[in-house]
């Protein structure tokens, strides 16, 4: 087999994506494998969606959630595969092409950090604050975290979905005000 370009990346991203699910769960091998049998390294070497990004999404958080379940892990839950899926997807599509259609839709990772800052922004509806300050992206259910892509996409409108992540600060502790 030859080891190739996409291959590489996708050893890369497929890595970096189990370390920031990883949080008190699981195994860095139990995520990447259960990331790989998803198919969802499948999308990303023809970038072609077989259905809507959600409901592609859906079939993979919902096929990594099951896998984790067989190999008998505790605490599975749509949110941590969702954020497996979502920091994949940022390294292996979307800074590839920032203004690609699909760069627009992939959710970005949520987390924390992003959530608290959000419910700190000025031009967040009281309700969507209320949401982002509640929420716990760990323990999210398929519902749930629909529900919080939808307010996330309110907060942005028609910008590309990457740009929510203005509102990721890594190296601060301090939430952004607007």
């Not at 009281?126 to 992206?137: D, T, V």
């Not at 919080?148 to 990457?162: G, K, N, Q, T």
Request: hydrophobic share 40%; glycine share 2%.
């Amino acid at each position: 087999m030859v080891y190739s370009e996409h291959k590489h990346k996708h050893n890369f991203f497929a890595w970096a994506a189990a370390r920031a699910a990883q949080r008190g769960f699981t195994s860095v091998k139990n995520l990447q494998d259960a990331l790989e049998e998803s198919d969802i390294e499948e999308f990303t070497e023809s970038k072609q969606l077989v259905n809507d990004f959600d409901t592609s999404h859906k079939l993979w958080c919902n096929s990594i959630c099951d896998y984790l379940i067989g190999k008998g892990v505790q605490n599975v839950s749509y949110g941590r595969a969702a954020k497996l899926v979502a920091v994949y997807l940022k390294g292996m599509v979307v800074i590839e092409d920032l203004s690609s259609d699909l760069a627009r839709i992939i959710h970005p990772p949520i987390d924390r950090i992003l959530l608290q800052n959000l419910s700190n922004k000025n031009e967040v509806s009281l309700e969507n604050k209320k949401l982002f300050k509640s929420s716990n992206w760990t323990q999210l259910i398929q519902s749930e975290y629909f529900v919080l892509v939808s307010a996330l996409r309110e907060v942005i409108s028609d910008e590309p979905f990457w740009k929510i992540e203005e509102y990721w600060t890594v190296t601060s502790k301090q939430p952004l005000r607007a």
